[in-house]
């Protein structure tokens, strides 16, 4: 079923959860160093995410064990946080998703750990243009498949691949409504955006192969993924808010 459109109050409840995972977000991923582990840093956001008010919508999500997801080098997404000890030269994504008041905001960065390859720095750069190039290609009315068009022209441009099978999704009421927002498709297909109504738009970056390992993680039904060829992945999120006229990025660094 599509989303209901969200009214003022809800939509004052989605800008205060998204600025809260941005917060936690950003004042996390000021404090990833070499030699943290990813879960010693899940535990920071864990904590961020208390001490403003929020609480991770991850814990429990169909049995999944953790605060955030973390994904370094070539993992695609829901990295989960363990003993990986990061490594100057990594590049890691942390996705945050808070819950507060029943509304969900939900975001995610791929930073760059001390003296990172150029290659990693041009696929990074790349993750990020391809996000705003995909938020910008939002409509009124407008067609899921409008953002995936662009993404993937602008991605496969620059020699690299985007995942097919995982991508955005709605995100309000709950953490994972529709419509599926993927990172590639045609201008005017797919689902409808639908004003007042809110999406991810987060598109998997590949350097190489857009083929992907699954992982499982124990006791939970959510997995893992890795690239096929080991090479690297990269991504960024927003949760974007759709208006009558325009769009909103709700997830903004504080
Ligand atoms: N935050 C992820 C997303 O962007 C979802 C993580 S679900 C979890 O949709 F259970 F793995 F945390
Ligand atoms: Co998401
Ligand atoms: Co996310």
Redesign the pocket.
Known sequence: MPQKPLDKEEIAKMRIACRMAADVLSYTGKLIKPGMTTLEIDEIANDRTLTIGGVS??IG??G?P?S??ISPNQVV??GLPGDYVIKDGDIVNL?V?VKKDGFFG?T?KTFMIGQVSEDAKDLVAAAHEAMMIGIKAITPNGWTGDIGFETNKFVTRKGYTTIKEIGG?GIGRV??DEPFVPAYGKKGKGEKLRPWTCF?V?PMVNEGTDEFIERTIHG?S?KYYETADGLLSAQF?HTILLTDTGYEILTLEP
Do not use: L
Request: net charge negative.
């Open positions: 919508a991850c999500y169909h999944y953790k955030t997801c997404c829901h996705d998703t939900d995610s999704h953490f994972h991810t987060e939970s959510i999120e």
